[in-house]
């Protein structure tokens, strides 16, 4: 079972960006699907943006057009750059991989996921 491990969180002003590492403890490239969830504050866990093992990308339409998702192999790592961001990105987010490849409408479903990190605390405030 891959390990995950988040970093890049912080407190940061309304509209800058931020840029969120998962390190994985192997590759992920051709072998898990990766997807950023996010938990707010008093809110379920939602998830957010996947790249598939294969690597294709899927954002939900909070997301679409400010974030965007990548990979680098060398480093097995996904990255998760953050533009733009509100008030209402405020949350704990969290990396999670599966070897399985979900159905699209199954993609953000957190139970299809079986490695999880710690979180990393995003903070968007003036």
């Known amino acids: 079972q891959v390990q995950l491990e988040e970093s890049g969180g912080g407190l940061v002003l309304p509209g800058n960006s931020l840029t969120l590492s998962c390190a994985a403890s192997e590759r992920t490239q051709g072998v898990y699907t990766v997807t950023w969830f996010r938990q707010g504050p008093g809110k379920e866990r939602e998830g957010i943006v996947s790249i598939r093992r294969q690597g294709g990308t899927y954002y939900t339409a909070s997301v679409k057009n400010r974030f965007t998702v990548s990979r680098d192999n060398a480093k097995n790592t996904v990255y998760l750059q953050m533009n733009s961001l509100q008030p209402e990105d405020t949350a704990v987010y969290y990396c999670?991989?599966?070897?399985?490849?979900?159905?699209?409408?199954?993609?953000?479903?957190?139970?299809?996921?079986?490695?999880w990190g710690q979180g990393t605390q995003v903070t968007v405030s003036s």
């Open positions: 999670a991989a599966t070897k399985m490849n979900p159905i699209l409408s199954a993609l953000y479903t957190p139970t299809m996921y079986d490695s």
